[in-house]
């Protein structure tokens, strides 16, 4: 009877473990991407002025409320790239067409 209950014991142990360990795992894949996160953003000049505008709205928000202003400047951009995040400047979104607008 006692190796059966051994054997149980440390089947349930190892299970244990097991969950234990791919929960960390788990946090760190998490982790992991939250770090490796890719920020892109836009460019558009307004009378002249050049502005950057970042991409994804989640993104955007966020910043935004760091930063107080919807467009982020070249010393934030430098600021988020040694904080980890990859960033890249992408075309802007295309404007859809609107009938009897004057372009």
């Known amino acids: 009877m006692a190796p059966v209950f051994l054997l149980i014991l440390s089947n349930n142990l190892a299970k244990f473990w097991q969950n234990k360990v791919n929960t960390l795992l788990r946090c760190h894949k998490n982790c992991a991407r939250i770090v490796h996160m890719k920020i892109e953003y836009y460019r558009k000049t307004h009378y002249g002025?050049?502005?950057r505008?970042?991409?994804d709205?989640?993104?955007a928000n966020a910043v935004a409320k760091l930063t107080d202003?919807?467009?982020?400047g070249p010393n934030h951009l430098a600021a988020l790239e040694s904080l980890g995040f990859t960033?890249?400047?992408?075309l802007p979104p295309r404007e859809p067409f609107v009938m009897?607008?004057?372009y």
């Open 49 to 51: 002025v050049d502005h």
């Open 100 to 102: 009897g607008k004057t």
């Open 53 to 55: 505008y970042i991409v």
């Open 57 to 59: 709205p989640t993104i």
């Open 69 to 72: 202003k919807k467009t982020v």
């Open 87 to 90: 960033v890249t400047e992408v």
